[in-house]
């Protein structure tokens, strides 16, 4: 590819040819930093319940694949063997919105630990199916939760984090129910939410994108899925690749 990303990718690395001596140890932090990898990048895809983001991660993911880059795709809550037992718990068990507001940072605490920041540490990216932005939207918005708890519980868990991008995909909750009912499967407990639900969820993801503006781009879901990845792969390539 021509277009090589301005972020210290992978083939900045230093690369020793067969045979080559071993490096010398680096003797000062800048030396041992240069030998560092270069840290990866952390993409999150959010929005209502049916907005259409599963199709568009995978095709994320091969377009990073195809520039080269070593990709991570995963899922919250998941991504982990416990967060994903958390999540079939939150997905399924009825409970009180901030003991559900806790699992799912607990779940994020754990998939953090495990997958996320040893990847990103190690130049891999990261595409994941939900972050905060979701509890903000869904527990904040949907259900209630004070803020004051929420900004505490994310300020615990990942202090100083935020993902490099998010795509929110926006689209009108009745569209978006029609299409979760279209696939006949059995809906979980967040699935099953009514309409006024999702709107206070769609409200709140837009006004998070609206306080970050530089980190969340808001994609209008209600198009063709190939106009749809025509424009998340100039998003991606302008933010990273230029
Ligand atoms: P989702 O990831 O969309 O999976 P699927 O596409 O397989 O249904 O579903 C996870 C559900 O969890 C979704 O309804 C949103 C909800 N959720 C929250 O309420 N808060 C959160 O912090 C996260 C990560 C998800």
Same mark, same amino acid.
């Not at 994903?84 to 799912?104: I, K």
């Not at 595409?127 to 527990?139: E, G, I």
């Given at each position: 590819?021509? *277009?090589?990303?301005?972020?210290?990718?992978?083939?900045?690395?230093?690369?020793?040819?067969?045979?080559? %001596? !071993?490096?010398?140890?680096?003797?000062?932090?800048?030396?041992? *930093?240069?030998?560092?990898?270069?840290?990866?990048?952390? /993409?999150?895809?959010?929005? /209502?319940?049916?907005? $259409?983001?599963?199709? #568009? /991660?995978?095709?994320?993911?091969?377009?990073?694949?195809?520039?080269?880059?070593?990709?991570? #795709?995963?899922?919250?809550?998941?991504?982990?063997?416990?967060?994903?037992?958390?999540?079939?718990? @939150?997905?399924?068990?009825?409970?009180?919105?901030?003991?559900?507001?806790?699992?799912?940072?607990? %779940?994020?605490?754990?998939?953090?630990?495990?997958?996320?920041?040893?990847?990103?540490? %190690?130049?891999?990216?990261?595409?994941? =199916?939900?972050?905060? =932005?979701?509890?903000?939207?869904? #527990?904040?918005? $949907?259900? $209630?939760?004070?803020?004051?708890?929420?900004?505490? @519980?994310?300020?615990?868990?990942?202090?100083?984090? *935020?993902?490099?991008?998010?795509?929110?995909?926006? @689209?009108?909750?009745?569209?978006?129910?029609?299409?979760?009912?279209?696939?006949?499967?059995?809906?979980?407990?967040?699935?099953?939410? #009514?309409?006024?639900?999702?709107?206070?969820?769609?409200?709140?993801?837009?006004?998070? %994108?609206?306080?970050?503006? !530089?980190?969340?781009?808001? /994609?209008?879901? =209600?198009?063709?899925? !190939?106009?749809?990845?025509?424009?998340?792969?100039?998003?991606?390539?302008?933010?990273?690749? *230029?």
């Amino acid at each position: 590819m021509s *277009q090589m990303p301005p972020v210290r990718p992978l083939s900045d690395l230093p690369v020793r040819e067969a045979g080559a %001596a !071993a490096p010398r140890a680096a003797s000062t932090p800048d030396a041992m *930093q240069a030998m560092l990898p270069a840290r990866g990048r952390f /993409i999150t895809f959010e929005g /209502i319940d049916g907005a $259409g983001k599963s199709s #568009q /991660i995978a095709a994320v993911v091969e377009l990073l694949q195809a520039l080269g880059i070593d990709v991570e #795709q995963t899922r919250e809550p998941g991504g982990t063997a416990l967060g994903e037992r958390l999540r079939e718990l @939150l997905l399924h068990e009825p409970m009180h919105l901030e003991t559900e507001a806790m699992l799912m940072f607990a %779940a994020r605490r754990e998939h953090l630990a495990a997958r996320i920041e040893p990847a990103l540490a %190690a130049g891999r990216w990261v595409v994941c =199916d939900r972050f905060s =932005d979701a509890t903000f939207a869904y #527990q904040v918005g $949907g259900r $209630g939760l004070d803020r004051g708890k929420f900004d505490a @519980l994310e300020a615990w868990v990942h202090p100083g984090l *935020q993902p490099d991008l998010t795509l929110v995909f926006d @689209l009108d909750p009745g569209v978006a129910a029609a299409r979760v009912a279209a696939t006949g499967v059995d809906p979980d407990r967040f699935e099953r939410e #009514q309409r006024d639900f999702f709107v206070r969820v769609r409200a709140a993801y837009l006004e998070r %994108a609206g306080r970050a503006p !530089a980190r969340i781009c808001v /994609i209008d879901a =209600d198009r063709p899925p !190939a106009v749809i990845r025509a424009e998340i792969e100039r998003i991606v390539r302008e933010r990273f690749f *230029q």
